[in-house]
């Protein structure tokens, strides 16, 4: 099974970033490689900071699903303090690693 890889148009480079990519838990199927910020918990994705994954990030969706198992991994929301599109991550159906 061959699962194709979509670029993120809205993607926008940060300073002192570092790429994680995100996997599902329970099939281990790539969802994203994102750009985080600091070394803090992963809790929510910015739109504009995911790289690349096997979801196309170019549409809004309301919720990310594993492409795979269809698990749910992350809820779609507007942050509160700067207004801008996230995902906010289910805990314990990802798994994190550092590229």
Sequence with gaps: MDIEIYRNPNCKK???????????????????????????NLVKMYNERIIEGTIDFSVY???????????????????????????????SAFNKRKL
């Design 14 to 40: 940060v300073r002192g970033s570092h790429v994680l990519e995100v996997c599902c838990a329970y099939c281990k199927c790539l969802i994203a490689r994102y750009l985080k910020v600091g070394e803090s």
């Design 61 to 91: 969706h309301g919720a990310i699903f594993c492409p795979n198992c269809g698990k749910r991994i992350a809820t779609r929301y507007t942050t509160k303090m700067d207004k801008k599109e996230a995902y906010r991550l289910t805990p």
